[in-house]
Each structure stands twice: as structure tokens, then as C-alpha cells.
């Protein structure tokens, strides 16, 4: 989470240097293309990913118990079966 603040932290900096170092009438420009931006983002409901990469849209729930992992997305589930009972073998 601290990564998170930090990287808000200089992102916001660096926006506020551009916007700063802009006239008044290039400075509204800008707000106003960074505003639609910002709608634009915050109502897409599509995600994409790189050949490298994983990209989950919605909420996701993942856990691992017994070095065993699963991941619930929305109706998909995926997961390994369950250990055996340590009196299975």
C-alpha cells in the first residue's frame, strides 16, 4: 500500500509541474482533455493485458491454504483440488 501512496504522490507532482509551467488558457485545455480522460477511464469497463501479463476486471478473491491456491472472478471460479487429509497420505 505504501508503494501505491508513494507513486500517487509523485504522479500528482508531476502533474502539477506540467500544469504549472502551462499559460492559463493551455492550463484550462489541459484540465479540460484530463477530465475526459479520467470520465473516459472511470466508466471503461474493458481491460487488456500485455503477452506477459494478467489483467482482471471486477473484483477478485484469491486465497491459498496448505500451499494450495484459488481464484474466484465474478461466476468463474479456478482452482487446484484440495490436499489430501494428512491421514490419506
Do not use: C, K
Request: overall charge negative.
Amino acid at each position: 500500500m505504501h508503494i501505491r501512496a508513494r507513486e500517487q504522490a509523485v504522479w500528482q507532482a508531476r502533474f502539477e509541474t506540467a500544469l504549472e509551467s502551462l499559460g492559463n488558457d493551455e492550463r484550462e485545455s489541459a484540465v479540460a482533455a484530463l477530465r475526459v480522460a479520467l470520465r473516459e477511464q472511470a466508466t471503461s469497463s474493458a481491460v487488456s493485458s500485455g503477452d506477459d501479463g494478467q489483467t482482471i476486471g471486477g473484483s477478485v478473491h484469491i486465497s491459498a491454504h496448505y500451499g494450495v491456491a484459488a481464484l474466484r472472478m465474478g461466476d468463474v471460479n479456478l482452482s487446484h483440488p484440495s490436499p489430501p487429509d494428512p491421514q490419506q497420505g
